[in-house]
């Protein structure tokens, strides 16, 4: 095993591993999204705002005259979630429809998308419901509502790993298991020599919404699963085995089941601010509510409660480098071919069109390392192996 610390970014200038022409092409497709990116935030925000200032949760409720604050706070969830699947379906268009077409990146047809953008609502609006009816329960309970609401978060946190990969994947993709078996037996072989116990690799059908190449490990315990997009299968043998080793790093060191307890603090983080913030009254009267207790509060605490994860996106995005950068190490250690560990980065930077020269700020919010920083840390390992 090599000395390397995943906890040390390899300093590494783009233009020491890509032409002019490939930074330039990564620059020309990413902007035009991430200004894009901008304004449907401001956007969404905007709206949420309105919703909210424009009191439309409690004049809807008098409006409608229900009985039961339950039905009431239902009505509100859907109304409020509803928003974003108002404004976000016409960004989302531009980009798969327009933008990715116009780079050759997109197969996603317009059917295709219309029911993309229905399943998203329909897991939003249900997702919103399981969290925040039982939620308005605990608050007009008990005023430690933080703390319950926290607990319950958190379980769903954990409910919502184990299921992710079986209940709402199976919505967007087809898996199947892998049917290549000369890569099948390899890929296997590769997972005994990490003494890892996997039964199969499954393949989703990713092309017939673009033609990215990714693959992932998703859900824990027995939903635990390790996934590669269709995309990749034309790619050499070799190629495709050391992303899967990536992904068995990511099994191997735990990174799914040691991220819980980071999400879940700084959910119990967020969860103190939101109650602190909702102690002032000023900010409810904003909403046209007296008491927190009210249905009509919801859009307070679902603006509120999700800001937080952006006030604390430096030290996640950080933490996920780190994980990344482990991951990588282990590929290396394991198969010990930094050739095509390095054929594996300038493959997704060809077909993803990535920004393979990002900004400080944008490197620093990015979950992944940049691509010039992999390729720099495969020369090091290749410097510093035994």
């Given at each position: 095993m090599t000395v390397l610390s995943h906890w040390k970014r390899v300093p590494a200038d783009a233009a020491a591993w890509f032409d002019a022409e490939e930074i330039a092409r990564g620059r020309s497709y990413n902007k035009p999204i991430e200004r894009l990116n901008r304004v449907r935030f401001a956007f969404s925000t905007a709206v949420a705002l309105a919703f909210i200032l424009g009191e439309a949760g409690p004049r809807l409720l008098r409006d409608l005259d229900l009985r039961g604050?339950?039905?009431e706070a239902v009505v509100v969830v859907v109304a409020f979630t509803s928003l974003e699947f108002v404004v976000g379906p016409w960004f989302d268009a531009w980009r798969e429809l327009v933008h990715d077409r116009r780079w050759g990146l997109s197969t996603q047809t317009t059917g295709?998308?219309?029911?993309?953008?229905?399943?998203?609502?329909?897991?939003?609006?249900?997702?919103?419901?399981?969290?925040l009816v039982?939620?308005?329960?605990?608050?007009r309970a008990t005023d430690l509502w933080w703390l319950w609401g926290w607990l319950l978060f958190s379980a769903f946190t954990v409910l919502l790993g184990l299921l992710y990969p079986i209940v709402i994947a199976p919505l967007f993709n087809k898996f199947t298991p892998m049917d290549d078996e000369v890569l099948l037996a390899r890929i296997l072989g590769v997972a005994r020599q990490c003494g890892l116990d996997i039964s199969s690799v499954l393949v989703a059908d990713a092309s017939r919404r673009s033609l990215a190449g990714n693959a992932y490990v998703a859900g824990l315990g027995r939903t635990r699963r390790v996934v590669i997009y269709d995309t990749l299968l034309a790619w050499p043998h070799d190629v495709i085995v050391q992303v899967v080793a990536h992904e068995l790093g990511h099994w191997k060191h735990a990174h799914l089941r040691r991220k819980l307890p980071v999400i879940i603090f700084v959910q119990l983080?967020?969860?103190?601010g939101s109650w602190?913030?909702?102690?002032?009254?000023?900010?409810?009267?904003?909403?046209?509510?007296?008491?927190?207790r009210d249905p009509a509060a919801i859009p307070i605490f679902f603006t509120l409660f999700p800001a937080g994860f952006v006030a604390v996106n430096l030290v996640t995005s950080w933490l996920s480098r780190a994980d990344?950068?482990?991951?990588?190490?282990?590929?290396?250690?394991?198969?010990?071919?930094?050739?095509?560990?390095?054929?594996?980065?300038?493959?997704?930077?060809?077909t993803n069109k990535a920004d393979v020269d990002p900004s400080t700020w944008k490197r620093l919010n990015?979950?992944?390392?940049?691509?010039?920083?992999?390729?720099?840390?495969?020369?090091?390992?290749?410097?510093?192996?035994?």
């Open positions: 604050w339950a039905l295709g998308f219309v029911a993309d953008q229905l399943k998203n609502f329909l897991v939003g609006v249900v997702t919103s419901l399981v969290l039982p939620l308005w329960a605990v608050i983080v967020l969860f103190l602190a913030l909702l102690q002032w009254g000023w900010l409810l009267d904003l909403g046209g509510v007296t008491t927190v990344e950068r482990q991951a990588d190490i282990y590929a290396l250690d394991v198969l010990g071919d930094p050739d095509a560990f390095s054929q594996v980065f300038r493959r997704l930077a060809e990015a979950s992944h390392p940049p691509i010039a920083e992999r390729l720099a840390m495969a020369r090091r390992w290749q410097e510093v192996a035994p």
